[in-house]
Nanobody, 119 residues
């Protein structure tokens, strides 16, 4: 079945950087809109950044100017470059892939990767 596997999370100090990766398998990656979401305990999962199949991007206001989303359709991978990290960026980050074929939506999630921003 379709798999999305995130990597690159970890512990980083405020002001530091991390790059998350999400590798997709068993899906026609290029036709999917890809997104990065994050969630903290007791809160709703929120969209951080997204990149469409046509390579258009959008970002949450809280990360604009600090995070960059990109994709490599040859490697079937989407990336999230996170710079100038803040403590409020601490969360579990999830990769999402979604597309619509005819009337059906195909929507997949990765297992998540923890990002902790702390001294």
């Amino acid at each position: 079945q379709v798999q999305l596997v995130e990597s690159g999370g970890g512990l980083v100090q405020p002001g530091g950087s991390l790059r998350l990766s999400c590798a997709g398998s068993r899906l026609r990656f290029s036709i999917y809109d890809m997104g990065w979401y994050r969630q903290t305990p007791g809160k709703e999962r929120e969209l951080v950044a997204a990149i469409s199949s046509g390579f258009s991007t959008n970002y949450a206001d809280s990360v604009k100017g600090r995070f960059t989303v990109s994709r490599d359709n040859v490697q079937n991978t989407v990336y999230l470059q996170m710079n100038n990290l803040k403590s409020e960026d601490t969360a579990v980050y999830y990769c999402n892939a979604v597309t619509r074929i005819a009337v059906r939506e195909y929507n997949y999630w990765g297992q998540g990767t923890q990002v902790t921003v702390s001294l």
